[in-house]
């Protein structure tokens, strides 16, 4: 059975930074692809940021290049998202999920695995 655990988050101030971090326990990297999604008050989730099990695909949300990045370590089976120039409208629960073969990341990803979340919270 595959689990994604999510930690990192918090309340910063705009123009702050985050990394969140995501351990998926239960099988390899190599085996899913990952993916953060956020899901803020009022609106529908959304994916931010994933990669695919080549470990070098990846995608960012319009909203977040340049601001966010994807850093992977299979040996320890993380992928941590490390948020620069934070701003409110990134205020969010943030997800880890986790999509098995075949996968991309760069067409609709269905997750079979879901996260707890975890809340990040920017101020103005």
């Known amino acids: 059975q595959v689990q994604l655990m999510e930690s990192g988050g918090g309340s910063v101030q705009a123009g702050g930074s985050l990394r969140l971090s995501c351990v998926v326990s239960g099988s390899t990297l190599t085996q899913y692809c990952v993916a953060w999604f956020r899901r803020a008050p009022g609106k529908e989730r959304e994916l931010v940021a994933g990669i695919d099990t080549d470990g070098m695909t990846t995608r960012y949300a319009d909203s977040v290049k340049g601001r966010f990045t994807l850093s992977q370590d299979n040996a320890k089976s993380t992928l941590d998202l490390t948020m620069l120039s934070l701003r409110p409208e990134d205020t969010a629960m943030y997800y880890c999920?986790?999509?098995?073969?075949?996968?991309?990341?760069?067409?609709?990803?269905?997750?079979?695995?879901w996260g707890q979340g975890t809340q990040v919270t920017v101020s103005s």
């Open positions: 999920a986790a999509e098995s073969l075949p996968c991309t990341v760069l067409g609709d990803m269905v997750p079979d695995y």
